[in-house]
């Protein structure tokens, strides 16, 4: 409960010792135009007047007044006031633990969401936020003097203050809570004010209920005050935050801070004055400032580079007022500057999931240290602090409905993250499950931003897989994925995707499809995980199945299948003498073992004609069947025990062998009658599929469509989704191969058909 937060105890808190140690940088260029904190017991004095007259508003919520109408100047301001009358009697009488009047609790929290840009109907909720739960006052009572909206988010808020969001959390109460939120983001604004100033004022609660509530703040707010862009209260609260569970690394931290204050020199300022100059001969007119890093980041920063300098204690901000002053500001520092062009990154053309934009960008000085510089409107910078707090009011006149490029209505109150959110929400089949992820969610700081090749773009978080892109882009569809290319080049679903990748996603046709068991190990967003976990539910694996899963099963019956079809071909073409002297064959110069292994029947003379066996003129040909050459391929061939030529596509990885072995090439070369539609041949193929349901029918009815016969096929296990097929054909005619190899590569989820290079398998 909000009532039992109390002011630090010491004069060294905690917010205090954060602002005197910046305080030599942000005098230069401070954080946001503002005023210094508020004195809270003044303001309970204020509060203790009590109303002031109907016509002019009360002197303790004065200040308020100031914050909101600089950013609304036309707002109507007659419901503050009543909002404070009600507030300020209905918690007359109630203290907080330091000995504060209660009212300055929500005053202060108002307070905050006024500096942030919140509208009046968020100010009036935030003064009453309080009173249903600890006083007399009811929702309906709100409700009819303040509207629905204002009873709604009381109503909202009042619930969460009512959720456990450590490890017992109840996950049923917990979604109730996060709909809420998703239905009005306003919910979840005034939460993260409300719990803003409870940390600010942790510091007379006993150690082990602080570090709870940090902890609390730390693992369920701070991510999300991320999620919902909200910067200006998430970096505060991860300072108190570390200052309260991590008190030795924080003070180590304040002290290279304060001493970095104390320095003579400021490369910061240098290089901001260096810039001012370049950007007014330029003629781009833009605010350049210094942006001091909060404490995590410096921590951050001292872990990740060890000895800090100057320049790594901020950060130089550039405001300008258009977009395009944006690009022109960075081609202007890039040329009259040195770019450290790997840490350049574009958050204008492609936002980031928190509907954060800004372009990153850093310059180096001659003295190696480098300054990060961050350029964007500012409208950017608006947001980039408060925002879904500085977009306004989702239930004022709906803002022209735009589209996405995958078709889904653009909400501008509502961030990718939080509508993904609902989406989890309805589609998670409990509510444990829906908890599980969202917890695994929210433990993932980083994003990753992956393209589409329409243009789009998908927000992941880092470690993502082509599973979780899949998912983000189709939703439950996503089913019947069967694989994807990454940067132009064939991947398995389970490849781990990297920031700025372009993701190409292969759908099947077959409206059965349904997600591999295995997908559930690749899978780290919620929306995949829960997906596939609703219909893994719907379809429970049968029992005795050895959790093969269903794809390896399909195969395994098709398998069998095929081999009995082959078995019937090769007894009908009567073909077992030439299978049974495809063994490999011991050659009398070198003892090496030739690799006959299902080489074709001997063919007429008339199919390969010999030209190198003046001595030999009628002598025995075979196609050898590592590579089964069909006209019009190059070969070449080889003698053989017994007088017999083979002949093999010179390409093939045998003759790179026999050549080695010292063997002598025999020319050969196709006969006139060879490519007649009359003379038929045989091939073999090899298949690179995705695994799914069904896909060995399809081959084999693509197969049987194009005339051919299938002497043997060989599927070998599915690994990462990927299934290969090697099939021995006989076609009626060579002519007739390139059509087939075609329209075994339409068949769905076939990627790739090649000939065969290597020996096949004896049948």
């Known amino acids: 409960m909000s009532a039992e937060a109390t002011n630090p105890a010491s004069p060294g808190a905690v917010t205090d010792a954060v602002t005197s140690a910046v305080a030599p940088t942000a005098a230069a260029a401070p954080r946001r135009r503002g005023r210094p904190r508020i004195d809270l017991r003044r303001l309970g004095r204020a509060a203790l007047l009590g109303p002031a007259a109907r016509d002019r508003l009360p002197d303790a919520i004065s200040h308020v007044v100031d914050a909101h109408r600089a950013h609304h100047p036309d707002a109507d301001l007659e419901p503050l006031r009543r909002a404070y009358v009600l507030a300020e009697s209905s918690h007359r009488g109630q203290m907080r633990k330091s000995g504060e009047p209660y009212i300055t609790h ?103 209920k602080q570090a709870r509530i940090a902890k609390v703040t730390r693992d369920v707010l701070i991510p999300l005050a991320e999620r919902l862009g909200v910067q200006a209260l998430k970096t505060e609260l991860e300072d108190l935050v570390f200052a309260i569970l991590r008190p030795e690394e924080y003070e180590r931290t304040r002290e290279l801070i304060v001493e970095n204050a104390t320095r003579a020199d400021d490369p910061l300022a240098e290089i901001a004055d260096e810039m001012r100059s370049v950007l007014r001969e330029a003629g781009i007119p833009a605010e350049v400032l210094i942006r001091p890093r909060h404490f995590v980041s410096v921590h951050r920063v001292s872990r990740k580079r060890g000895r800090l300098r100057g320049a790594d204690f901020g950060r130089i901000l550039v405001l300008v007022n258009e977009d395009a002053d944006c690009y022109g500001v960075l081609g202007e520092l890039h040329t009259c500057m040195t770019p450290v062009v790997s840490e350049f990154k574009d958050f204008i053309a492609v936002p980031k999931f928190n509907l954060y934009q800004s372009l990153h960008t850093a310059v180096a000085r001659p003295d190696g240290q480098v300054v990060e510089v961050l350029i964007r409107t500012h409208r950017m910078h608006k947001v980039a602090e408060a925002g879904v707090i500085a977009l306004g009011n989702p239930y004022a006149a709906p803002p022209e409905v735009q589209s996405a490029a995958d078709g889904e209505r653009v909400d501008p109150t509502r961030p990718g993250w939080l509508s993904r959110l609902l989406e989890w929400q309805r589609a998670a089949p409990d509510p444990d499950t829906f908890w599980s992820t969202l917890r695994e969610d929210l433990a993932q700081d980083r994003e990753i931003t992956v393209l589409r090749p329409d243009g789009g773009a998908l927000g992941l978080p880092e470690g993502a897989t ?3 892109a899949a998912y983000a882009q189709y939703g439950e569809d996503a089913h019947a994925c069967i694989g994807a290319r990454v940067n132009g080049r064939l991947a398995t679903l389970s490849t781990v995707l990297r920031d700025g990748d372009t993701v190409q996603l292969l759908m099947g046709q077959d409206p059965a499809s349904e997600p591999s068991r295995e997908w559930l190990e690749h899978a780290h967003t919620p929306g995949a995980r829960i997906a596939i976990q609703r219909w893994l539910a719907a379809h429970p694996e049968p029992e005795g199945s050895g959790g093969t899963g269903e794809v390896v099963e399909l195969l395994e019956t098709a398998e069998v299948a095929v081999s009995r079809k082959a078995m019937e071909a090769t007894e009908t073409r009567e073909i077992r003498g030439a299978r049974q002297t495809g063994v490999a064959r011991q050659t009398g110069q070198t003892g090496q073992t030739e690799p006959e292994a299902a080489v074709a029947p001997t063919v007429p003379a008339t199919s390969v004609t010999v030209t190198a066996l003046a001595d030999r003129p009628g002598a025995p040909v075979r196609l050898a069947g590592c590579c089964t050459p069909v006209p019009p391929d190059a070969v070449t061939g ?12 010179v390409e093939c990885a045998v003759v790179a062998r026999m050549k080695g072995a010292g063997r002598d090439e025999v020319g050969v070369r196709w006969g006139e009658a060879a490519g007649s539609e009359t003379s038929g041949c045989r091939v073999t193929l090899v298949a690179e599929s995705f695994g799914r349901p069904h896909l060995l029918a399809d081959l084999t009815e693509a197969i049987a469509l194009e005339d051919a016969e299938i002497v043997s096929a060989t599927v070998e296990p599915p690994s990462q989704q990927r299934v290969r097929h090697t099939y021995t054909l006989q076609l009626p005619a060579a002519a007739r191969l390139p059509a087939l190899m075609r329209a075994m590569r339409n068949v769905p989820g076939v990627y790739d058909v090649s000939r065969a290079q290597h020996p096949a398998s004896a049948h």
């Open 106 to 208: 929500p005053l202060a929290v108002t307070l905050i969401l006024a500096e942030l840009g919140a509208e009046t109907t968020t100010l009036t909720a935030s003064l009453l936020h309080d009173t249903v739960e600890d006083t007399d006052v009811t929702l309906d009572q709100v409700g009819e003097q303040f509207g629905e909206e204002v009873r709604y988010l009381v109503d909202g808020v009042t619930k969460l203050e009512k959720v456990d969001y450590g490890a017992a959390a109840e996950p049923e109460t917990f979604r109730k809570m996060l709909v809420a939120t998703g239905n009005d983001v306003r919910v979840m604004s005034i939460k993260l004010a409300d719990r803003l100033h409870n940390m600010r004022t942790l510091g007379v609660m006993r150690p082990e």
């Open 466 to 468: 082509c599973v979780d």
């Open 638 to 649: 080889f003698a053989v025990r017994g007088g017999a030529v083979t002949v093999h596509r």
